[in-house]
């Protein structure tokens, strides 16, 4: 117990001096002075000593200089590689992997913040029949088909709205501050845009996608204008597919 409270009360060693040999030169040298009868050797010999530490002062110090500029160099670079990667994580966060567009998360949070706000006009579209895309040529070619879908809805959708992929081949297409009328126009136009399209192999043919549109003033909740816009896309399939239909209560 006792070596265990000396070894406690024991203070660390003292850092070393790295000029402490600078510093006895710089000593000697103002003793030299200090001499009134020293003869002309003496100074001779006190100043060789001084002026041969000062220049490995002065190297020490160069080296010194130049280890810091290389680690700032590498420190700038680092908070670079730094700030990159953060922009990676949150674009990867934020987006979906297959098709570069926003994920179903962020979707929803942008969609909510516009209803909260200034209301927004809801687009919901679904791939028809993707199913036996997937059946009949394999998922590689189910996702060429999505990205194909994605494609034609950025050749339409300008700045002024979101596109968000919310489940396998159902998208949304969000127009915060809209109006029914913009919303509606626009499906039409990324309607006509898929069924214009001809996928490659190994589909080799047009697909289509069906569109549901529902209009919400600021304030209505997201599961509402979600909820309407959804309807509107079942009624879309249940009428044969291809087609833009509207939400009956949009708000």
């Known amino acids: 117990m006792a070596a265990s409270v000396a070894s406690r009360g024991t203070s660390p060693d003292p850092a070393p001096d790295l000029f402490k040999s600078e510093a006895e030169a710089l000593e000697q040298a103002r003793s030299t002075l200090a001499l009134a009868d020293a003869d002309a050797q003496v100074y001779r010999t006190s100043l060789s000593e001084l002026a041969t530490h000062y220049e490995r002062l002065m190297r020490e110090t160069r080296r010194l200089i130049g280890r810091s500029d290389r680690a700032e160099r590498e420190m700038n670079a680092l908070n670079a590689q730094l700030q990159t990667l953060a922009r990676q994580l949150e674009y990867r966060a934020t987006h979906d992997a297959l098709t570069g567009v926003l994920n179903r998360g962020a979707i929803i949070d942008m969609t909510a913040q516009a209803l909260l706000h200034t209301g927004a006009v809801m687009i919901v579209l679904d791939i028809d029949h993707f199913k036996h895309v997937n059946d009949e040529f394999g998922h590689p070619a ?21 596109i968000g992929r919310v489940g396998g081949e159902e998208f949304t297409v969000l127009i915060p501050g809209g109006q029914l009328e913009q919303g509606v126009k626009l499906a039409e136009a990324m309607r006509q845009a898929i069924a214009a399209h001809v996928f490659g192999a190994p589909v080799d043919r047009a697909i289509t996608a069906s569109f549901g549109v529902s209009a919400n003033s600021a304030g209505t909740g997201f599961d509402t204008a979600y909820g309407l816009a959804d309807t509107a896309l079942y009624h879309a399939k249940r009428a044969g597919r291809n087609r833009v239909e509207v939400a009956d209560d949009s708000v």
């Open 142 to 162: 189910g996702d060429a088909v999505i990205r194909g879908i994605v494609d034609c809805l950025r050749q339409i959708v300008g700045e002024g709205a979101a």
